[in-house]
Each structure stands twice: as structure tokens, then as C-alpha cells.
């Protein structure tokens, strides 16, 4: 009898690491996000994080449909704004919920959400690097609920091939460089057209035209494809 | 003893002579403006990516040389400049031309952090060193009476880098380098494996470092 149970037990023992050996390896993109140095806009800023911006994860299948690489990026994108957005408004506060409106101090809430991600693997692609996209849907409110502006943009990030670093390595690098070039979309928050009346229309601001840029993504032949 | 460190001097020699004979580099250079360093001012060396796939090794190859070059220059290490500038410096943000500098240094918190860093020439490196042929055969066996190689063979590498460099006063480009390396690394084993790498990156780089460093010092 107690031979069977320690057969039963090898046996589930057995199982469970070769489903484990068959499982998605997983990817927790960690990164370093400096404060942007920017001018601060003077304005309290309520941030919302959705859950679906907390629990964001990616699944990449292999050409035969098993799952391959599960990344995971919502805290890492907690942690960018945490950083990025201090450095941008002169105060910020984090919302435990998009209907706090009676959070009296805040100017705005910012509500973030990922509506796309896309990992190019040089497996797959034949090229000499690894690639990830980020769409985002970035929203603005008043306090008191009412819709200021709704914006899309999208952030890229490209680590070469090379190294003896690991796929799960080159991808965490590939999506924090995303991450940090979602700063470059982050600083333009207020010539965004609507966002830009408002501050006009509500504080009297005069907001600058954006500084002269690459008009191009940068990257020849390598738009996202979402 | 005088005998055997005469004798390991002289292998040393020789095969210090035999690693970097197999590379040759080709420097261009074109002045566009005068340059001018004083000892305050500093220099900071940026990889161009997106469109190169220069090392972040590459470019610290080159800081570390000027910086440990007789004209001693002062260098930012790029990754803390990146980061102090975040994010106008990112891949896809950077400015591509000199006259972009313009209207980046109008922002306030910009030319603050470049006057603090007293950053007084950008210089922009592009480029990369590649593979680009190889040919010969080598096995390896081991067995329980020992281990060893047979056989021979080469790869050839190439280098093509260049530095365009920007004036952050006159904020314009004031001239620009093209350095170019070949090289061949050849293996022969007979049961040991004898390799003469051709150490085509790090030539490279100390030479466009070297007439960096006369470029930016050399028209005072």
C-alpha cells in the first residue's frame, strides 16, 4: 500500500515538472525610469490605474499555437508612472477609483490603459534584434467625471541580438525600452489639441508649440502593425 | 632568469605583433568649423540607434580612450546623460540634426541640465562591426586518454563607424569621422588550438578615438 502511494506521489511529481517544463516561460519586464526633466505643468494630477493596466500580460505562441513567453507589464508601467508623472505635474495623486470625484484637490484624472501589445522575436522575424509595441489609450477628465480628451499613442523598443543573455532577458529589455519611450509621448500631454484648450479655456495657460522632432518613428521599415 | 623573462618578452611581443597585424583601419576625417576645449568644458559620446546597431561597449571604448588620452577630456558617460536628459535623448526622440539643438536647449530645464553637465561637443556615433566571411573546418575530440584539435581556419570581420560632431555652443555640426577596420582571425590546431584574433572593434576604436581627440583639441 504505501509502495502505490509513493508511485502515485512520483507519478504527480513526475507530471507536474514536465507541465512546467511545457509551460510559457514567464517574463516580469522590469526596467529604470528616470524623472523626465521637464518643466513641471503647475496642476494636481489624479491617476487611475485600471486593472487592466495592473494586470496587463501578453501571451506569445510559437508557430505550432503553444504558449511560448507570457510578459508580464502592468507593474512595471506603475512603476514608470510613479516616476514619470511626478516630474511632469507639480503634485500627483493616486485614485483608488476612476469615480473618486470627490477628491477635491486634484485638476484632472489620467487614466492609462494598454489596448495593444506586440513582440517581434528574431526566431520568427530573421532579423538581428528584439522588438516590442505598446498602443496605449491614454484618457483625461475633469473631477467632476466629464471627458476632456482621449489619445493614442504607441512606444518601441528595440534591443539587439547579441550577448549571451537569455530570450527572456532580451525580451524584459525590449519592452522597458517601450516603456521609456512612451515618455517621449508622455511630455507632449499638454499640445494634445483638447488638452491644450483646456489648460488655455481653465487656467489661462499658455502652452508652448511642441519642440521641433524627428518627424519619423526613427526606425526605417519598422512600424507596428496593430 | 634574465634568460627565460628576455625569451617571454620577446613571445610576448611577438604575439602582441601578430593579434593587431591582421587589422587595418582607414580614418576620414572632414572639418566643417573650428573646435576649441577648454578645461571645464566636457564631451558626451551617444550611440545613433534605430537605424545602427552600435554597442553601448563601443561607444565607452571611445569615452574611456579620450578620456584617458594626454589631452585627458573630459567625457559624460552616455547612459548618465541619457538618463539626466530623459527623455529628449531616447532612440526615437533624439534630435537628428545639429539645428534641432535649437529648439531643444529653448526648453528651460534643458539647457539648465547641459550648462550643469558643462556638456560642449556631442558627439554622435553610428556604425558597426560585422562578420563577413569565414571559411575552414576545426574538430575537437575527447576521449579518455585525452583531448585535442585538428584542423584550421579563419574569419573575417569588418568595421565601419562614424562620429559626427556637434557643437553645443555654435549648436551646429562642425565636422564629421569615418573610420573603417578589416581584420582576419586565424585558428590552426594541431591537438592545441592556436588562435591570432584580429581585435578589429577595440583597433578601431582606439584609432578613431585618437583622431577624435586631435579633431577636437587640434585647430586651438
Redesign the interface.
Known sequence: MTSVRVYQQLATLTLGLLLAACGASTVNVQGQYPVPNVNKLPLTLGVYYDDSLRNYSYIEYSETGAAEYEVNIGQTHLDFFSTVLPGLFENVVVLESAEATSVDEVDAVFIPLIEDFQLALPQKTKLDAYEAWIKYNMRLESKEGEHIADWVVTSYGRTPVGGLRSIGSAINDAGALAMRDLGRSIIDFSNVPEIKSWLERRFNMQIADPIERNPSTGVPGQEPVF | MNYLFRTNRVYILLLAALTSCGTTTTIDEFRQGETSLSTEDSVVLLGR???S?I?ADFVECVGNRLASSESAIAIVPEQEFV??????F???????KAS?LD??L?????SE?MAELDVRYMIWLSGETERVGSNGTLTCALSPGGAGCFGGGYREYSAEYEARVWDVESRSLVGSLNADGAGTTYVAAVVVPIILPARVEPITCDRLAAQLESFLVGSQ
Open positions: 540607434r534605430g537605424d546597431n554597442s538618463d539626466a536628459m530623459y527623455p529628449w531616447e532612440p526615437l526622440n533624439a534630435p537628428q534641432q529648439g531643444l529653448n526648453e528651460r530645464a534643458v541640465k
